[in-house]
């Protein structure tokens, strides 16, 4: 992962947010339909304005 290197080298704070809206067929039985991921990107991208709002709060 290079921008762990540049990271690492500059000393900047860094974090990754990641949003899952299509879980591995390891670990649902079933089929996902497309607005079963619509429904789960709707919702975490709620999720992730408030995690990002919160830190940027923190400043």
Known sequence: MPQATLVREFE???ARLALLVDPSP???ERDI???EI???LVSGI???KRVLSTLLEAG
Do not use: N
């Open 38 to 40: 619509k429904a789960a």
């Open 33 to 35: 339909t497309m607005a």
């Open 26 to 28: 390891d670990f649902v």
């Open 12 to 14: 900047i704070i860094y």
């Open 46 to 48: 709620k999720r992730v």
